[in-house]
């Protein structure tokens, strides 16, 4: 079964309004996860780091005052998209890491994915 | 940063090979492999740790070379199944961000 589990698959909102995505490690405690986006035959681009406890790591280029990432516990981290529009309609999918020990290393583990369309 | 992969795209007949690289400027700590169908989470295929490594299950193969900066998969015999888009990711060099190469589209023609 899935080790992550993400939530909801699919949305639609508005332009303007915010919507809000879960991610949570079912099995283990995941003090990382990173959240990526996918547009369209384009590669999974990291847009933060999440670190339980602390400030979200953001790359480049990647808004934080509209990509809001919280991540409270050990097992849950959320994505919200404040006032969406419609160019943020994408593939958002978050990730977890976990230490299998020196001969697997670290595991990455994936939600499901949510499928965002802003109106 | 984000490792190169090639080639970008490929079309193959069933029962035909294809070779799938990943190459970085920096050696890397580790590398795994994805294949991602469309609008679905990526589906983890394998990792490498070692230089040198090889490793593979039945007809879908993997190895690193020695100074960690490329890595190849290799699918032999290709069947219907194996299209979709493939992925290596690895931890970016010096960070615990993880991250993705540029993908390969591969299909497989009946």
């Known amino acids: 079964g899935a080790v992550v589990s993400q939530h909801p698959s699919r949305v639609i909102c508005k332009s303007g309004t915010s919507v809000k995505i879960e991610c949570r490690s079912l099995?283990?405690?995941?003090?990382?996860m990173f959240w990526y986006r996918q547009f369209p035959k384009q590669s999974l681009m990291l847009m933060a780091t999440?670190?339980?406890?602390?400030?979200?790591?953001?790359e480049q280029g990647v808004e934080k005052d509209k990509f809001l990432i919280n991540h409270a516990s050990l097992t849950l981290s959320t994505l919200t998209v404040t006032s969406a529009h419609p160019e943020d309609s994408s593939f958002y999918i978050c990730?977890?890491?976990?230490?299998?020990?020196?001969?697997?290393?670290?595991?990455?583990?994936f939600g499901e994915g949510s499928w965002l369309t802003v109106v | 940063q984000q490792p190169v992969q090639s080639p970008q795209a490929v079309i193959l007949r069933e029962g035909e090979d294809a070779v799938i690289n990943c190459s970085s400027s920096?050696?890397?700590?580790?590398v795994h492999w994805y294949r991602q169908k469309h609008g679905e989470a990526p589906v983890f295929l394998m990792i490498?740790?070692?230089?040198?490594e090889q490793k593979g299950h039945e007809k879908i193969s993997a190895s690193f070379n020695e100074k960690k900066q490329q890595s190849s998969l290799y699918l032999t015999a290709s069947q219907l199944s194996y299209s979709g888009t493939y992925f290596c990711?690895?931890?970016?060099?010096?960070?615990?961000?993880?991250?993705f190469g540029t993908g390969t589209r591969l299909k497989v023609l009946a």
């Open positions: 990730s977890a890491s976990a230490w299998l020990g020196e001969s697997s290393g670290n595991t990455i583990y």
């Open positions: 099995d283990f405690q995941a003090t990382t």
């Open positions: 990711g690895t931890a970016a060099s010096g960070t615990y961000k993880y991250i």
């Open positions: 490498l740790l070692k230089g040198g």
């Open positions: 999440s670190n339980e406890g602390s400030k979200a790591t953001y």
């Open positions: 920096k050696a890397l700590y580790s």
